[in-house]
T-cell receptor, first 119, second 107 residues
Framework: EVQLVESGGGLVQPGGSLRLSCAGS????????MNWVRQAPGKGLEWVSY????????YYADSVKGRFTISRDNAKNSLYLQMHSLRDEDTAVYYC????????????WGQGTLATVSS | DIQMTQSPSSLSASIGDRVTITCRAS??????LNWYQQKPGKGPKLLIY???TLQSGVPSRFIGSGSETDFTLTISGLQPEDFATYYC?????????FGQGTKLEIK
């Protein structure tokens, strides 16, 4: 069974940093591209970042470019999102999502981890 | 960026009804359009990819159609477990934008 489990969320002050993790299991993690998607409280979904299976290709949303860094460790079946210079508007549930093997849809999602930016 | 406009934003329906949700893109997507279902407190679930292909394990009452800029998700014979929020998403180019969502509620 494919599972994605996020962790690392919490309360941080504006300007602070947080590192999110996503542990994958039940599939060959190193063969799949991955994404981070966030959802502010009561709002819709916003794509944040993409990383290819080998880490060779990385994309970011303009809203996080220069502040967030996506990475992965295929030996540990793990995906990361390092977030710096956090703002109030970064408060959201952050989901990791696996890219479908043959299309660019997101076929499996985790349950999410909440990052709250507040003083 | 490609803008995705989804309608309606909310919808009330009864068990057994047929409902349709529409999604319009600001530029042609070919068939790079996906539909997701999200229930409170859960991550989204992929229902339809490539505009009309049913994801494995998803009931056949979910039907996706359309191409280029206009797409629809139809649910035939609503079941209690279908009441949720639905999102369209374009995967043609980054940033991979989503529609604003359609909340399907029980009448």
């Amino acid at each position: 069974e494919v599972q994605l489990v996020e962790s690392g969320g919490g309360l941080v002050q504006p300007g602070g940093s947080l590192r999110l993790s996503c542990a994958g299991s039940g599939f060959t993690f190193s063969s799949f591209a991955m994404n981070w998607v966030r959802q502010a409280p009561g709002k819709g979904l916003e794509w944040v970042s993409y990383i290819s299976s080998s880490s060779a290709i990385i994309y970011y949303a303009d809203s996080v470019k220069g502040r967030f860094t996506i990475s992965r460790d295929n030996a540990k079946n793990s995906l990361y999102l390092q977030m710096h210079s956090l703002r109030d508007e970064d408060t959201a549930v952050y989901y990791c999502a696996r890219r479908h093997y043959s299309t660019s849809s997101f076929d499996y999602w985790g349950q999410g981890t909440l990052a709250t930016v507040s003083s | 960026d490609i803008q995705m406009t989804q309608s309606p934003s909310s919808l009330s329906a009864s068990i057994g009804d047929r409902v349709t949700i529409t999604c319009r893109a600001s530029q042609s997507l070919g068939s790079y359009l996906n539909w997701y279902q999200q229930k409170p407190g859960k991550g989204p679930k992929l229902l339809i990819y490539a505009a009309s292909t049913l994801q494995s394990g998803v009931p056949s009452r979910f039907i996706g159609s359309g191409s280029e800029t206009d797409f629809t998700l139809t649910i035939s014979g609503l079941q209690p477990e279908d009441f949720a929020t639905y999102y369209c998403q374009q995967s043609y180019s980054t940033p991979y934008t989503f529609g604003q969502g359609t909340k399907l509620e029980i009448k």
